[in-house]
Structures are given as C-alpha cells and as structure tokens.
C-alpha cells in the first residue's frame, strides 16, 4: 500500500510549504496512513459520520495526488532541455540542417559537367600514356562535334561509323 510512505512525505514537509491539508484530513491521513487505523474507529474518534470522513478522505488524496502530479511534472521540465543544454543542442541542430549546399539533383549535375570535361580533355589520361605513342595509336579520336556528325548521319550496312582522321599523314 502506498498510503503510508505518502502520509510520511506529507508530515516530513516534503510536498513543499504551500502545500495544506484542512486539519480533519491531516488527522484522517495521520489515522489512516500512520497509525493504520480503520474507518470505524476514526469515526468515534472524531465524532463524524463514516460517509463524511470517508469524503474527506477522498478530498485529501485527490489534493495529494494533484501535488504529487505537479511535482512530477516540475522534474521532467527541468529534466527537459533547459537552459545551456537546450542551446547547445540547438546549435548542433543548425549547424546539421546546412550540410548540404546543393541539392542531390544540383550536385550528381556539377559532378557529370566535371567528368564529361575531364573525359573530353586529354588530362583524362594518365600521363605516362598520353605522352606514350606506341599505346596513343589505338585510342579513339574525335571530338564530340565530329561524333554527334557521325551519329546524325547514315550508318552503312556493316553498322559501323567512320569519322575522318586528325592525325598527321606520314611521310615515306
């Protein structure tokens, strides 16, 4: 049973000082709660009916249960984010909601921009190969004019493309 430890905290003046039983409930609770007494002897010793001290009974443990309700509610508000916790956390909140200055749209486009420019440069290869002509010979010439040109227009019959040659003629 709980009444007990809640009559204690009541008369240790743990509920706080603004917090007061009329003195018919304070002796109901004392009887009740400290003394474990019953009902019936409540009521020939205060000379009330059992129906009225039973209400005021009730009266005084809904008075304590709001209190107890409230005191709860105190804690977890402070317990809540408050003050310096509640600032600090918030700065990382907004220092998280700016991660991205681009959308992933904006950002797969700037990559793709860069990467076709590599790829249409020579700097797409590594040195070593570029500056290699026995390795140069076989790779694929052409500019994208040249082959969109080449795209546009008929494909012969072996399906094959065939774009003119840049490259210096050599001489015998």
Request: glycine share 6%; proline share 3%.
């Amino acid at each position: 049973d709980l009444l007990p430890p809640v009559a204690r905290l009541y008369f240790t003046g743990r509920f706080g000082p603004e917090f007061k039983l009329s003195s018919v409930q304070a002796a109901i609770l004392c009887g009740i709660g400290v003394q474990n007494r019953d009902v019936d002897e409540l009521t020939k010793e205060l000379g009330l009916p059992a129906n009225q001290v039973l209400a005021m009974f009730n009266k005084a443990i809904r008075k304590i249960s709001i209190s107890l309700n409230t005191i709860v509610e105190e804690k977890e508000t402070e317990a809540l984010l408050g003050g310096e916790k509640r600032l600090k956390i918030q700065k990382s909140v907004e220092g998280m909601r700016n991660v991205a200055e681009k959308t992933l749209e904006e950002d797969a486009a700037a990559a793709a921009k860069d990467a076709m420019q590599v790829y249409n440069s020579d700097k797409m290869l590594p040195p070593e190969i570029a500056n290699d002509d026995t390795l140069m010979q076989y790779a694929i010439k052409g500019s994208d004019k040249q082959w969109n040109e080449a795209l546009d227009g008929e494909i012969n019959e072996a399906g094959t493309v065939s774009i003119k040659s840049v490259r210096e003629k050599r001489k015998l």
